[in-house]
């Protein structure tokens, strides 16, 4: 049986997690091999923490999308991967890494996954979550400041320097490579549902192949 693969993009609070939780109670979780497009980020481990603190993490160039992708074929394959593991408080890799075995759905989240064509050709469905600027800019600071150690001051810095242009260079052009655009983000609930029937549909005709 071929793993269907799906991709769930939008901005950074955008409401993608929300999407992909649906996804997963919808399929069940034993069926869903998930990767997180943030937990690739590169290993800047060797540089100062105030250097870490300063890299563009929003840029394309400061994720190893390559190995993202080479995970996703691996896992189509039958194979069983080691997943990175990243701790955001330090900005930095973590040494050990997490066993994942291949599993009927492949779910791949993250804001830049539609900008690379080698990867965006893997999905078999992408999925767009569009929610509103400052919407997700709230939803991005109360996440910073609870799971990641931030303070109100860096996330905004973070934002204005990174965040938003490169939403504008590279998140929402990919947008045009989805094939289903949620609009209000987490909160369409007809949107959302909509979409778990279509995996739901794709699963079953594979699980029955």
Wanted: glycine share 6%.
């Amino acid at each position: 049986m071929q793993p269907l693969v799906i991709g769930v993009a939008g901005g950074s609070g955008s409401g993608k997690t929300t999407v992909s939780r649906a996804i997963v109670a919808a399929v069940g979780e034993t069926n869903v091999a998930l990767l997180p497009h943030d937990l690739y980020y590169r290993d800047y481990s060797h540089l100062p923490l105030d250097e870490r603190r300063n890299i563009n993490y929003d840029h394309p160039s400061a994720l190893e999308t390559d190995l993202l992708a080479a995970h996703v074929r691996a896992l189509q394959a039958g194979a069983t991967i080691e997943r990175p593991r990243y701790d955001y408080t330090n900005y930095t890799r973590l040494e050990q890494s997490e066993r994942i075995e291949s599993r009927p759905v492949i779910l791949v989240e993250g804001i830049l996954i539609f900008a690379d064509p080698a990867l965006r050709d893997l999905f078999a469905i992408k999925v767009f979550v569009d929610t509103d600027a400052d919407l997700r800019f709230i939803r991005r600071l109360q996440r910073d400041l609870r799971e990641r150690g931030r303070d109100p001051e860096q996330v905004i810095e973070q934002y204005l320097k990174t965040v938003r242009p490169m939403y504008l260079d590279f998140v929402e052009p990919s947008k045009r490579y989805a094939d289903v655009i949620i609009p209000r983000g987490g909160h369409n609930r007809v949107a959302i549902e909509m979409v778990v029937a279509r995996v739901l549909a794709a699963f079953s005709r594979r699980v029955g192949e």
